[in-house]
């Protein structure tokens, strides 16, 4: 029985959950695969990839973006593993650009091919980027990615910058012990350069990141940290549905945003759904399971059949999974990532 809440008939009415949450944003996974192993989202020396036959085509991306939009999503983030691997990544940009409906394309990268591929992507339509950089000291750079790369994402950076790619945003992760004396650096350098840094507080993504709280640097330590050199004034959430709360330098030289989803959990207003490279909608990046829409796509299924797929899924949406996990945090048990099984970042892009 359709919900009357979500149409399939009309183009961009939104998709709503149980909790009223529409339909908004997508991110798309385009393969699990990457050349980096940070030890927040990929630390394991080896993984079982996908079988590249799994992967869903440039056509089907295409295509249940546009279902998707028709539900009501207006922003799409391509992401990974590490996106710029999927050969031919600016005629999927292309082809994405040219829908109807679509107010924003950004791509999450962490850089390392990004001065080859941009020229092509912002020439195809690419609006933005989001570049992971979690220090600018080449050796904690390296024992963090476990890759020496840092010269070649700095420069990517200034390749995107010299195009005019903008906002371009830099994503932190902020570890305790590891990174955190890189936030005000990192401040700095943004700065500098007109480019957004938004600090991620540490999050238990995935099985193998081995997430314990004592390496969680909280959002007001953050913010802590940055006022005593900086000081910033709170701006909020971007269409109060970004994860990030944005700040800005009192003395307007730019801005910085930090996202905590574990200290102030933004479920409430969290409207994304993920695609995953081989075709799976996932309603939550802390989610453990998958519904797959790449079956319906190969077996023949109309547009109308998968949308309707999409809105069944989405409107039986229950999670909140950063807000239950501080209230167990909160409570007199405490909270234990173990027993709470989700799926591994490399399917879900970030």
């Not at 279902?67 to 031919?88: A, C, K, M, N, Y």
């Not at 912002?122 to 989001?130: E, H, Q, S, T, Y």
């Not at 994860?243 to 969290?270: K, L």
Request: hydrophobic letters at 40%; proline letters at 3%.
């Amino acid at each position: 029985m359709l919900n009357a809440n979500c149409p399939v008939t009309m183009r961009n009415t939104l998709c709503t959950d149980t909790f009223d949450r529409p339909l908004r944003d997508l991110r798309i996974s385009v393969t699990d695969r990457c050349g980096y192993r940070c030890s927040y989202c990929m630390p394991l020396d080896v993984y079982a990839w996908m079988d590249q036959k799994e992967l869903l085509t440039f056509e089907e991306i295409i295509r249940l973006a546009g279902l998707f939009i028709r539900l009501g999503v207006d922003r799409i983030r391509l992401t990974g593993g590490e996106p710029l691997l999927r050969s031919g990544l600016d005629k999927l940009v292309g082809g994405l650009a040219e829908l109807e409906g679509l107010a924003d394309l950004s791509l999450t990268t962490n850089g390392f091919l990004l001065r080859q591929q941009v020229a092509a992507l912002a020439a195809a339509g690419l609006k933005r980027v989001n570049i992971s950089v979690d220090t600018l000291d080449p050796v904690r750079y390296q024992r963090i990615t476990r890759r020496d790369g840092l010269a070649r994402v700095l420069d990517g950076i200034s390749a995107a910058r010299e195009l005019g790619l903008h906002p371009i945003k830099l994503n932190a992760v902020i570890l305790r012990g590891i990174n955190d004396i890189d936030i005000l650096p990192l401040a700095g350098f943004a700065r500098a350069h007109d480019i957004i840094v938004r600090f991620i507080e540490y999050m238990d993504a995935g099985n193998t990141n081995r997430w314990c709280s004592a390496q969680l640097v909280s959002k007001a330590e953050m913010l802590q940290s940055i006022n005593s050199r900086f000081p910033v004034r709170e701006l909020g959430r971007q269409g109060k549905r970004s994860p990030s709360v944005d700040y800005t330098f009192a003395d307007g030289q730019g801005a910085v945003g930090v996202i905590a989803s574990v200290t102030e959990p933004f479920c409430s207003n969290c409207t994304r759904a993920r695609l995953t490279a081989d075709g799976k909608l996932v309603n939550c990046l802390f989610s453990d399971r998958a519904h797959d829409l790449k079956v319906l796509v190969r077996n023949g299924t109309t547009d109308e059949e998968i949308i309707e797929s999409i809105r069944q899924e989405w409107s039986r949406r229950t999670d909140r999974y950063s807000e239950e996990r501080l209230s167990a945090i909160n409570s007199p048990a405490g909270y234990s990532v173990k027993g709470r099984a989700k799926l591994e970042m490399i399917h879900l892009g970030g």
